[in-house]
């Protein structure tokens, strides 16, 4: 059982990743951005107070992200670590995650900026399924048209290269604090650097694996 904090820029192949160590190691996955996405779509007033801070272009407060965070780790069964994404974002939320659980690793996801560029310029989605292609690796078979369902492929408008050069800098500067914070909290820090394009995901997942097991986590 490991509980793990997965960092890495948006674009790097978390979600893909984090998909992959949950079914080879019984982790459970908790990205924060999907549990406020889920939340916003129910009619509570949990998720009236979430989508009144996201439609408003602000993060949600650090005192209600920590009950959710709390709701969801009391929610793992007995025996199951976790793999933390989008969590902690700030010094104060690390700080309040020690006292919820224990992390034991974290997994670090180091992608140059150029390789983020041309994925995520290159990423298509489906209007009517939500689908995800990408014009240089994963093309639909017809151009502009979903392999699955014939709906219309489009790209999101903040999936550009300037657009995104402002997201990876946030993440710089969100993320290098809180790795010298875990640093000398002396928590593990697994990095995974890539230095292509494409690498097959399962190449990454068997890497992160390999060095847990190293580190007798796994
Ligand atoms: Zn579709």
């Known amino acids: 059982m490991v509980n793990a904090i997965i960092f890495g820029a948006p ?3 978390k979600g893909t990743y984090s998909a992959l160590l949950k079914n080879k190691l019984n982790l459970n996955v908790i990205s924060m951005g999907d549990i406020f996405r889920e939340l916003m779509k129910e009619d509570t007033s949990l998720g009236k107070t979430v989508k009144s801070y996201v439609r408003a272009g602000l993060l949600v407060p650090d005192e209600i992200t920590l009950d959710i965070l709390k709701q969801q780790i009391a929610k793992i069964p007995k025996g199951y670590g976790f793999i933390l994404d989008g969590f902690p974002r700030n010094l104060a939320q690390a700080q309040a995650l020690e006292s919820i659980a ?11 900026d150029w390789i983020i560029i041309e994925r995520v310029s290159g990423r298509r989605l489906c209007r009517n399924c939500g689908a995800v292609y990408n014009l ?4 639909p078979k017809v151009d502009g ?6 709906g219309q492929l489009y790209q999101r408008p903040d999936d550009n290269a300037e657009v995104i050069k402002i997201r990876l800098e946030l993440y710089e500067c969100e993320t290098s ?8 909290r002396h928590v593990p820090i697994i990095i995974h650097t890539s230095d292509r394009l494409q690498i097959p995901p399962e190449t990454v997942v068997d890497y ?3 060095e847990l097991k190293k580190l007798h986590l796994v």
């Open 11 to 13: 674009g790097s192949g």
């Open 102 to 112: 224990k992390i034991d690793v974290i997994l670090q996801l180091v992608v140059p």
């Open 136 to 139: 240089q690796f994963l093309k």
């Open 145 to 150: 048209v979903c392999d699955k369902c014939g």
């Open 177 to 184: 604090s809180l790795i010298s914070y875990f640093k000398t």
């Open 208 to 210: 992160f694996v390999a």
